[in-house]
């Protein structure tokens, strides 16, 4: 028996809980968004900063159409602010998980 023979059941088991934790990564980085749940999570996190109806301003801006029409902004950039805050808007990443983030986005997409 080659010595590669002996070694590499040892080499797979080293490997595979890297390739595990890998997939688990990238499985959380494509949550579904629902929006029912996002509208839960925006009433507890965002609401008292944030109306969904056109031109109310609250302490933050409406966010009326914030991902959709012409000005819309991506869900990339929306998550970004979401997650470490913009001017006067605290950072809300660690209060949020992934799941809230994708719910608040699936919601704001259809205001
Ligand atoms: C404490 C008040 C506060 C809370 C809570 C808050 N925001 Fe904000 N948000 C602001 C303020 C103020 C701005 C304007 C920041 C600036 O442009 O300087 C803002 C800006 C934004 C913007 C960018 C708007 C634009 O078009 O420029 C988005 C998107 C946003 N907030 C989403 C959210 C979401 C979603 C939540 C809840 C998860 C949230 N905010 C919670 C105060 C808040």
């Given at each position: 028996m080659s010595r590669f023979a002996l070694f590499s059941p040892f080499l797979c088991i080293a490997i595979s809980p890297t390739l595990i934790r890998a997939q688990a990564t990238h499985a959380t980085a494509r949550v579904q968004g629902n929006a029912e749940a996002g509208q839960a999570s925006f009433q507890r996190h965002c609401v008292m900063c944030h109306a969904v109806t056109e031109g109310v301003k609250i302490v933050g801006p409406s966010l009326y159409g914030e991902?959709?029409?012409?000005?819309?902004?991506?869900?990339?950039?929306?998550?970004?602010?979401?997650?470490?805050?913009?001017?006067?808007?605290p950072a809300l990443g660690k209060q949020l998980s992934d799941q809230d983030l994708a719910d608040i986005l699936a919601y704001l997409h259809k205001q």
């Open positions: 991902m959709r029409g012409p000005h819309a902004h991506t869900a990339a950039s929306v998550r970004e602010i979401i997650v470490n805050g913009k001017g006067q808007m």
